[in-house]
Structure formats: structure tokens, C-alpha cells
């Protein structure tokens, strides 16, 4: 476990260990992209708090590697563009929160594989499209929903 959150930390991230579980270097300056996270084969990760921070760029579509993950925390960046459709074998993923970033377009229909969230934050994005009927028959145990402030109708 690694936790660097709280700090004035900046630059961009890289080299992460493949065998952590639990990374949190969130309410920092760390900026650039995160594509580093497809450096790391061995998905042992559970936790990745990145939130608060200055990261930009598009979530790499390379988030299969993550199979133990249960919480992704990326809110208060500057992330832009699609969700990738690998975002959807995050099976065990529990907590998902995009809060205020850029992230567009509508929601990859991949995500519906995610049975296991109980609370997942889209708002403050450029999300749009009609709300996702898959939303309320495949994830059942959603407990939180937010989609505030995008594009939804």
C-alpha cells in the first residue's frame, strides 16, 4: 500500500509497483496523464484513489488488468473522453466516482457488467444520452446514484 495523499506532491505519476493493492496519492498536483496504469500486468490493485489532483488525458482502455479492483476514485481532475469499454471487466469494482471531469459521450453499455457497484458518482461531466435503462435492471445493488450535471435527459 502506498498513501501519498494530503501533500503538495506534483508531476506526473509513473512507475508503480504491479503488486500493490491499495495506491492513494489523491489532494496533490500530480498532472499529466495516467497512462501508467497500463504498466501494471498483474491487477493486484484494490483501491486507486487518484482524486484531486491535475490529471488529464483520456482513462487508458486497458482497465481488464484490474480484477480485484473494488474502489476507482478519480473525481476533481481534468479527464476527458469516453469511458473505455474495459472499464466493464471491473467486475468486483464497488465504487466508482468520476465527479467533475470532462468525461463525454454516453456511457460504454460494458459498464453494465459491473454488478457489484453499490454506488457510482458520474456528475460534473459532458456525460449524454438518454439514462441507461441497463442501469436499473443490471445493477441492483446501486445504493448511490449520481448524475447531476451533465447531459442526461
Same mark, same amino acid.
Given at each position: 500500500?502506498?498513501? %501519498? @495523499?494530503?501533500?503538495?506532491?506534483?508531476? !506526473?505519476?509513473?512507475?508503480?509497483? @504491479?503488486?500493490?493493492? @491499495?495506491?492513494? !496519492?489523491?489532494?496533490?498536483?500530480?498532472?499529466?496523464?495516467?497512462?501508467? %496504469?497500463?504498466?501494471?500486468?498483474?491487477?493486484?490493485?484494490?483501491?486507486?484513489?487518484?482524486?484531486?489532483?491535475? %490529471? @488529464?488525458?483520456?482513462? +487508458?482502455?486497458?482497465?481488464?488488468?484490474?480484477? $480485484?479492483?473494488?474502489?476507482?476514485?478519480?473525481?476533481?481532475?481534468?479527464?476527458?473522453?469516453?469511458? +473505455?469499454?474495459?472499464?466493464? =471487466?471491473?467486475?468486483?469494482? $464497488?465504487?466508482?466516482?468520476?465527479?467533475?471531469?470532462?468525461?463525454?459521450? $454516453?456511457? +460504454?453499455? =460494458?459498464?453494465?457488467?459491473?454488478? =457489484?457497484?453499490?454506488?457510482?458518482?458520474?456528475?460534473?461531466n459532458k456525460f449524454f444520452s438518454n439514462v +441507461?435503462?441497463?442501469?436499473? $435492471?443490471?445493477?441492483?445493488?446501486?445504493?448511490?446514484?449520481?448524475?447531476?450535471?451533465?447531459?442526461?435527459?
Amino acid at each position: 500500500m502506498i498513501d %501519498l @495523499s494530503s501533500n503538495i506532491f506534483y508531476g !506526473p505519476i509513473t512507475n508503480v509497483s @504491479s503488486t500493490l493493492t @491499495s495506491l492513494h !496519492p489523491s489532494k496533490n498536483k500530480f498532472y499529466g496523464g495516467i497512462s501508467f %496504469l497500463c504498466q501494471i500486468d498483474l491487477g493486484f490493485l484494490v483501491v486507486l484513489d487518484l482524486s484531486y489532483n491535475l %490529471l @488529464s488525458g483520456q482513462l +487508458p482502455d486497458c482497465l481488464w488488468h484490474f480484477k $480485484e479492483l473494488k474502489i476507482l476514485n478519480l473525481e476533481h481532475n481534468n479527464l476527458s473522453g469516453r469511458l +473505455p469499454t474495459s472499464v466493464g =471487466s471491473l467486475i468486483k469494482l $464497488e465504487s466508482l466516482d468520476l465527479y467533475k471531469n470532462n468525461f463525454s459521450r $454516453e456511457l +460504454p453499455l =460494458s459498464l453494465k457488467s459491473c454488478t =457489484s457497484l453499490n454506488s457510482l458518482n458520474l456528475g460534473a461531466n459532458k456525460f449524454f444520452s438518454n439514462v +441507461p435503462t441497463w442501469i436499473r $435492471e443490471n445493477l441492483s445493488g446501486l445504493h448511490v446514484l449520481i448524475l447531476r450535471s451533465n447531459n442526461f435527459f
